[in-house]
């Protein structure tokens, strides 16, 4: 797979925080359906730190895998910042790790409406005894793999941000 520098660069970047810092990850991802882990694992040796990867695709997926309430989905909507919330604090319940970035947004071409439109995408990362970070993104309709390659890079930066929150308060 070829990847893009800048993504392996900031993956490379928050592998290293990580095991600096003996923290483990895992992600939950709906819009970029395991891009953001298949980053993160194309470094070798990533697997001292990436403890695994949900890819919770469809609003069941979300509830069933990461524990997301139908409620947040129903009246909130799949992509939105309480939805990212519920999958970054699923995620870090359902797995072993430390940090778990969540992201869930509408790649297009399609699929936008007024209120969320294409491009519209919602990253949270969830660290233990944190309060979970998010950032509400709006990429514009790029094209669908710019999209998902824009949420990716922005997903491990605010990951590195967690870390670095995770460090200054120990």
Same mark, same amino acid.
């Given at each position: 797979?070829?990847?893009? +520098?800048?993504?392996?660069?900031?993956?490379?970047?928050?592998?290293?925080?990580?095991?600096?810092?003996?923290?483990?990850?895992?992600?939950?991802?709906?819009?970029?359906?395991?891009?953001?882990?298949? !980053?993160?694992?194309? @470094? #070798?040796?990533?697997?001292?730190?990436?403890?695994?990867?949900?890819?919770? %695709?469809?609003?069941?997926?979300?509830?069933?895998?990461?524990?997301?309430?139908?409620?947040?989905?129903?009246?909130?909507?799949?992509?939105?910042?309480? !939805?990212?919330?519920?999958?970054?604090?699923?995620?870090?319940?359902?797995?072993?790790? +430390?940090?778990? @970035?969540?992201? !869930?947004? @509408?790649?297009?071409?399609?699929?936008?409406? #007024?209120?969320?439109?294409?491009?519209?995408? *919602?990253?949270?990362?969830?660290? *233990?005894?944190?309060?979970?970070? *998010?950032?509400?993104?709006? %990429?514009?309709?790029?094209?669908?793999?710019?999209?998902?390659?824009?949420?990716?890079?922005?997903?491990?930066?605010?990951?590195?941000?967690?870390?670095?929150?995770?460090?200054?308060?120990?």
């Amino acid at each position: 797979m070829d990847m893009d +520098d800048t993504l392996l660069r900031l993956a490379q970047n928050l592998l290293e925080k990580c095991r600096a810092k003996k923290l483990m990850l895992a992600t939950a991802e709906s819009c970029t359906g395991g891009l953001i882990a298949a !980053t993160l694992t194309e @470094i #070798a040796g990533s697997s001292d730190v990436f403890e695994r990867g949900f890819v919770t %695709y469809s609003n069941a997926a979300k509830s069933a895998s990461l524990g997301v309430p139908a409620e947040i989905i129903a009246g909130h909507g799949a992509v939105s910042e309480e !939805t990212a919330r519920a999958m970054a604090e699923g995620c870090l319940r359902k797995s072993q790790a +430390d940090i778990a @970035i969540a992201v !869930t947004g @509408i790649a297009g071409p399609g699929g936008g409406s #007024a209120e969320k439109p294409v491009g519209l995408v *919602h990253i949270a990362v969830a660290g *233990h005894g944190m309060t979970t970070m *998010h950032q509400r993104m709006t %990429y514009g309709a790029i094209g669908r793999s710019a999209v998902r390659a824009a949420t990716v890079e922005d997903a491990l930066s605010l990951a590195g941000e967690m870390v670095e929150e995770i460090s200054a308060s120990r």
